[in-house]
């Protein structure tokens, strides 16, 4: 008996559904299968890229992070660790607005918070930073970039035993990351550990990735010359009078003052440098003072010429400044360019022992250990400016600049002839206009630049102080901001700081200007000028 038609359809239909329903299955197992596949696949994609970022091999890990945004424009996490890639680089405006597209769709992403809060931070924005760094804080205590981030803004407002707990909470949760050891390394220069320091910068060392010879040969220098500074039962250490008053002379708007070294018959004449954290004193008169190199390494960057130097440290037993002298001293060696006879520079290091007035009227320099003529009281609050500090040791302030909405961070530099402005600010389209036809010759630390173009900006502020106009030159400040930790957009220099009393409070970091000359007029004229 043949099956009914109907019966056979009926058979057909129920096996090729189920074929179909098997082939269904099969293809989402499958496709199950390799969504799994590639997660896994751009979870190592990440992990790779991150560890390519700790490692400074910023372009390599950056390249993969664009793959897998690419890939999936969605992926929050590789948009965030681009963010901080790129803030490394300091590329700021492609960093503020990629972590922004991730925090726009997630607020309380403590990772984002914290990549922000860096970026912030190092960009100079420090107001700002504290509040977001806190917030990503308050949602995850253990954000280890948020800790590390908190460590250095309490460096920079001078509170280096918080800044020290902070960084090494971050290395508590993060070991394996080189710049906390770096900056722990600083701070605990600053606060005089130095075996601490050594033992820090040893640790940067040993988990950092593949990195220049002359930048890991500088880092060696510089641990042997902090052992054989820990090997030293003191140092600064001041003596002498309450107070003392020594004329300078000013030139090219540099204070220049007479000291005694050691034991040499001579008085020696040094350049009052607030740009500067250490001392530094000319091959050519360490070789009069019979000074010998304890360490040396790699080679230091700054302005003019080929932009490098090498590195040799020494010490000195004594600087004698009028009545009061400084002991046990930390120095460079190296060649000083300057058209004028100079045989060193005095650095923050050994003037923050005092307070420090700086009369450009009288031609003075005023040094006591108390705050003899109450520059710094109560009374005077409106006039008393903050100062930050950085870890290459100079002190950073915040400078209006007519065209641009927000203040910029100068550094506070007397030892700077004119003022500056980085290249960056003088391309903007506020101060474009402003370029003069005026061209300086520039001497730095690393030699000349010809021909730096200059601005004359039609007003600048510090705080209630105002110049109208200033003239200021545009160089390239990238090699200051790599070690300044928070970028600086110029250069307070001479032609600005002349036209006052300047009393600096370096244990509170802080400064008064007491003017003594109207505000407007400024010298246009070319000149050579000093950055060293």
């Known amino acids: 008996m043949q099956p009914s038609q109907n019966f056979f359809s009926r058979e057909c239909i129920r096996y090729l559904s189920c074929a179909a329903l098997m082939v269904c299955i099969v293809s989402a197992a499958a496709a199950v299968c390799f969504s799994q596949k590639r997660a896994e696949a751009d979870r190592e994609s990440l992990k790779d890229a991150i560890s390519l970022t700790r ?94 981030s908190l460590g250095m803004l309490d460096y920079y407002d001078n509170d280096v035993d918080q800044a020290i707990n902070s960084l090494k909470q971050a290395i508590y949760l993060a070991p394996r990351e080189p710049d906390y050891y770096f900056s722990l390394a600083q701070a605990s220069v600053r606060a005089d550990r130095y075996k601490d320091a050594a033992i820090a910068y040893d640790r940067f060392l040993s988990v950092s990735g593949a990195m220049d010879v002359d930048r890991r040969e500088r880092i060696r220098g510089l641990v042997s010359f902090l052992r054989y500074l820990d090997a030293r039962p003191s140092l600064y250490d001041a003596s002498g009078a309450g107070t003392t008053t020594v004329k300078f002379d000013l030139v090219t708007n540099r204070p220049i ?171 903007a389209e506020a101060i474009k206009k402003y370029l003069s036809d005026q061209r300086y010759r520039v001497i730095g630390a690393a030699g000349e630049v010809v021909d730096a173009p200059t601005f004359l900006l039609p007003r600048v502020t510090f705080g209630q102080n105002v110049r109208a106009p200033l003239v200021a030159v545009a160089l390239d400040l990238d090699v200051i901001n790599e070690s300044s930790g928070f970028d600086q957009a110029g250069i307070l220099g001479g032609n600005f700081l002349r036209n006052y009393r300047v009393a600096f409070d370096f244990k509170r970091a802080r400064v008064r200007l007491t003017p003594i000359a109207s505000e407007t007029g400024e010298n246009t004229g070319k000149q050579q000028l000093n950055e060293d």
């Open 55 to 148: 490692d400074n091999e910023l372009k390599k890990s950056e390249a993969i992070l664009h793959k897998l945004i690419k890939a999936d424009p969605d992926n929050a996490k590789a948009r965030t660790e681009l963010a901080f890639n790129l803030t490394k680089q300091r590329r700021f405006v492609e960093a503020y607005e990629t972590i922004l597209s991730v925090l726009d769709k997630d607020k309380k992403d403590s990772r984002a918070l914290s990549v922000l809060g860096s970026l912030l931070l190092a960009s100079g924005r420090i107001r700002e930073a504290r509040a977001i760094i806190y917030t990503a804080l308050d949602l995850r205590r253990g954000e280890h970039l948020a800790w590390a």
């Open 257 to 427: 003052i007479e000291v005694r070294v050691n034991d040499y018959s001579k008085p020696l004449r040094f350049v009052i440098d607030t740009g500067s954290g250490m001392t530094v004193i000319s091959n050519k008169t360490a070789e009069l003072l019979g000074m010998k190199e304890v360490a040396r390494g790699g080679n230091a960057r700054g302005v003019g010429g080929d932009g490098k130097f090498p590195i040799i440290y020494g010490f000195v037993n004594e600087i004698k400044m009028g009545d009061v002298s400084v002991h046990n001293i930390p120095v460079y060696i190296r060649d000083v360019n300057s058209r004028t006879q100079i045989d060193g520079y005095l650095g923050l290091a050994v003037i923050s022992k005092f307070f420090a007035t700086i009369d450009y009227g009288t031609k003075t320099l005023t040094l006591s250990k108390e705050d003899t003529v109450d520059a710094f009281s109560k009374e005077n609050a409106d006039h008393i400016l903050p100062l930050r500090l950085t870890p290459s040791g100079f002190l950073s302030g915040e400078v209006g600049v007519a065209g641009i909405e927000t203040n910029l961070n100068f550094i506070v530099d007397t030892a700077a002839s004119v003022s500056v402005i980085s290249d960056n600010i003088a391309a």
